[in-house]
C-alpha cells in the first residue's frame, strides 16, 4: 500500500471569496499582550473581541458577556469562541466568585475557555526563555519583568 503525506496548510487560509474554514473569536480581560500577542501571529481568521473595562473583580464575566454579545449572524456554525481568562488575578479571594460565574456561563454559551496560570505573560516568556528560566513565575508582574531583561523591555 503507498502512503503519502497530505500537504500542510497553515493557519492563515484565504483563498477563493467565500469563507469555509473556522473563525476563531477571542476576548481577554489582559488589555495589552494577549491582543497584541494575537495580532502579531497575522492570521486573519481570529478576530480579537473588545472587552469593556471596568471593576476588575467581574473582569472573567465582561469577557464572556463581550463574546454572548457577538451577532449570531457574524458566526458559522464552526466557528469558534474563546475566553483568555489568567488566574494570577482572578483565582482566589472574591475574585473566585467571579470566575467561577463567568466559567458556568461560558459553559452554557458554548464559549470555550484557556486559562494561564498564573498569566498570559508566562506564556510570552516561554516563546524567548527555557522553561527552567521561567520557573518561579507568581504573577503577571515578575513575568514582565523577566520579559524585560531577556527582551530588553515589554
Partial sequence: M??????LRGLARSEGGTRDDRF????SEDRYAAHQYLKML????VGIVPVEQGEVTWAASRVVEALRRIDAESMLEEDQRWAILD??????????SGLMGALQE????????AISQ???ELWLLLHWVDAKDASGVEDAKEAEERLRTALGEF
Fill in 2 to 7: 503507498k502512503v503519502t503525506r497530505r500537504k
Fill in 24 to 27: 476563531f473569536w477571542i476576548a
Fill in 42 to 45: 497575522g492570521v486573519p481568521r
Fill in 87 to 96: 488566574v494570577d488575578h482572578f483565582g482566589e479571594g472574591s475574585h473566585l
Fill in 106 to 113: 461560558a459553559g452554557q454559551l458554548g464559549i470555550e475557555v
Fill in 118 to 120: 498564573p498569566c498570559f
